[in-house]
T-cell receptor, first 115, second 111 residues
Framework: DAGVIQSPRHEVTEMGQEVTLRCKPI?????LFWYRQTMMRGLELLIY????????DSGMPEDRFSAKMPNASFSTLKIQPSEPRDSAVYFC?????????????FGNGTRLTVT | SQQGEEDPQALSIQEGENATMNCSYK?????LQWYRQNSGRGLVHLIL?????REKHSGRLRVTLDTSKKSSSLLITASRAADTASYFC???????????FGKGTLLTVNP
């Protein structure tokens, strides 16, 4: 399996622009997680899905952030409008039983820079 | 908020030496996991230890868990330059499935 695939790897955009990050989880995994990593705050869970349904979005910082999972093989994280403080590395991860007893498989992340 | 806190924040050793990293957490857990992150890459799972286990081994890795002290340690024996990375502990607790990460220990293994 190719693992969790994220695109793009790098995104540079100007403040106010819309940003869309994409993720393809490992086939057969029914849980998908979006994390954000910054030096100051470390890794923060933004939202996770089970069987394409959002389960917990309490980590989404504000209404400018939205996430969707239209099918089992694709998810997006959208920021509209983007702000400089959104600059971070965004990771997608998946597993097949929630995080209770199985490890997460991470993609290589999207490094977002908002100027 | 972060559940696990790694200590030290940074560790520099020579190749062949052992490296020990510690993790403390605040609330009860179902299991604790350790991950490695190489620069510019995603996290890679290393080992999972359940709350009823005290020690676990995987190759050169040894993890201990002390639930009474709410702490865990990761030992890497006979370190190699390729072990240079950040190491994170992550906890799962209660009835939710959120995996909460600490801020990590940056390990540098000098050749």
């Amino acid at each position: 399996d190719a693992g969790v695939i994220q695109s793009p790897r790098h995104e540079v955009t100007e403040m106010g622009q819309e940003v869309t990050l994409r993720c393809k989880p490992i086939s057969g995994h029914d849980y998908l997680f979006w994390y954000r990593q910054t030096m100051m705050r470390g890794l923060e869970l933004l939202i996770y899905f089970n069987n394409n349904v959002p389960i917990d979005d309490s980590g989404m910082p504000e209404d400018r952030f939205s996430a969707k999972m239209p099918n089992a093989s694709f998810s997006t994280l959208k920021i509209q409008p983007s702000e400089p403080r959104d600059s971070a590395v965004y990771f997608c991860a998946s597993n097949d039983s929630g995080t209770g007893n199985s490890p997460l498989h991470f993609g290589n992340g999207t490094r977002l820079t908002v100027t | 908020s972060q559940q696990g806190e790694e200590d030290p924040q940074a560790l520099s050793i020579q190749e062949g030496e052992n490296a020990t990293m510690n993790c403390s957490y605040k609330t009860s857990i179902n299991n604790l996991q350790w991950y490695r992150q190489n620069s510019g890459r995603g996290l890679v799972h290393l080992i999972l230890i359940r709350s009823n286990e005290r020690e676990k081994h995987s190759g050169r890795l040894r993890v201990t868990l002390d639930t009474s002290k709410k702490s865990s340690s990761l030992l890497i024996t006979a370190s190699r330059a390729a072990d240079t990375a950040s190491y994170f502990c992550a906890t799962v607790g209660g009835s939710n499935y959120k995996l909460t990460f600490g801020k990590g220990t940056l390990l540098t293994v000098n050749p």
